[in-house]
């Protein structure tokens, strides 16, 4: 069966032999190329940053484990934009992957630096992990249909609402606030794909 039946070209998604379902003549070989070089230059003059930053202030002490987590949550984050550009050539899909991906990077980061409730030993951010693990598990067992991936983006946000009503933290309602409304952002812009596929 089909990721989504009705134009298969432009409908992101995988079919059942697990192949992206993609019109490759719709394809800019250029676009792509351009794309890589831009983020993965981007990502190597991050990594850069801290280390020079090192040089001039004792502030910023990073250690070789925090350049390895650095570049393997990079690596990550590039590895499924990319992923996303070769699984559809929908656009507003791929916006709302951008957009699911970088909440999840920020979600994931914040999460293991300083922990998003308190401090990184709070056992709730637990839960921001359990969160992140349903929507990426989730998301496979649905081939990362739209209209699957709208109710799971739906639910991240559902969940950092609770959590910062949970919490009661003025400051925390604002931070876990914004993230729910970007991951409702993700939401809507998946249905919206569904609709138009």
């Known amino acids: 069966m089909p990721f989504i039946p009705s134009v298969a070209t432009k409908c992101p998604g995988l079919d059942r032999k697990g192949k992206h379902m993609q019109n490759t003549s719709e394809r800019d070989p250029m676009a792509g190329r351009l794309w890589r070089i831009i983020y993965w230059s981007g990502t190597a003059i991050l990594l850069c940053i801290p280390a020079l930053a090192m040089q001039f202030t004792s502030e910023v002490d990073w250690t070789t484990s925090d350049f390895v987590f650095a570049a393997i949550i990079f690596g990550l984050v590039g590895g499924a934009l990319e992923w996303t550009v070769r699984a559809s050539t929908n656009w507003t899909y791929r916006a709302a992957m951008a957009v699911t991906i970088l909440m999840s990077f920020l979600t994931t980061w914040s999460n293991m630096a300083v922990g998003i409730i308190g401090n990184e030993d709070n056992p709730l951010n637990l839960l921001f992990f359990a969160g992140l693990a349903a929507l990426v598990?989730?998301?496979?067992?649905?081939?990362?249909?739209?209209?699957?991936?709208?109710?799971?983006?739906?639910?991240?946000?559902?969940?950092?609402?609770?959590?910062?009503?949970?919490?009661?933290?003025?400051?925390?309602?604002?931070?876990?606030?914004?993230?729910?409304?970007?991951?409702?952002?993700?939401?809507?812009?998946?249905?919206?794909?569904?609709?138009?596929?």
């Open 137 to 197: 598990l989730g998301g496979a067992a649905f081939r990362f249909r739209a209209r699957a991936m709208s109710v799971l983006t739906a639910l991240q946000a559902g969940l950092h609402l609770a959590l910062g009503v949970y919490v009661g933290s003025t400051l925390m309602w604002y931070f876990l606030g914004t993230f729910a409304l970007m991951w409702l952002v993700a939401a809507v812009l998946f249905l919206r794909c569904s609709q138009e596929c």
